[in-house]
Nanobody
C-alpha cells in the first residue's frame, strides 16, 4: 500500500501556471513509478505524465508536452507536476498514481491512486 495525498489544485486564468504536489506515506516511495492522470467531465481518465523510480526517465502525453513538467523528490516522498501555459482544455480532476513497473500509459496499469485535486482554467 502506498497512500497518496494531493493537496493543491485551484483556479487559474488561461496562460497561467499551477504546481501540483502528491505526497506518499511510508518508506517505499522510491520503489514506485509515479504518474499523473486527469479526468475531465464527459471524457475518459487520461494519462498526463510519468516518471521513473529515480526520476531519470519521463514521458508525457502529446497534449501537455512542452508545457508540463513532472519531477520527484524521493527524500521527501513527493511527486510534482508543474503546469505552464494552461488552457481551458486542461480543466480536470488531476490524480497522482503509483505502480511498480515503468511503461504503462493506461490507468489500468496503476495500483494506487490519490483522491484527486481539481484544476480549473478560466478563459
Amino acid at each position: 500500500q502506498v497512500p497518496l495525498v494531493e493537496p493543491g489544485g485551484g483556479l487559474v486564468q488561461a496562460g497561467g501556471s499551477l504546481r501540483l504536489s502528491c505526497t506518499a506515506s511510508g518508506r517505499t516511495f522510491r520503489r514506485y513509478v509515479m504518474a499523473w492522470f486527469r479526468h475531465a467531465p464527459g471524457k475518459e481518465r487520461e494519462f498526463v505524465a510519468v516518471i521513473s523510480w529515480s526520476g531519470g526517465t519521463t514521458d508525457y502525453a502529446d497534449s501537455v508536452k512542452g508545457r508540463f513538467t513532472i519531477s520527484r523528490d524521493n527524500a521527501e516522498n513527493t511527486v510534482n507536476l508543474q503546469m505552464n501555459s494552461l488552457t481551458p482544455e486542461d480543466t480536470a480532476l488531476y490524480y497522482c498514481a503509483a505502480t511498480t513497473s515503468y511503461g504503462s500509459f493506461s490507468r489500468m496499469g496503476y495500483n494506487y491512486w490519490g483522491q484527486g485535486t481539481q484544476v480549473t482554467v478560466s478563459s
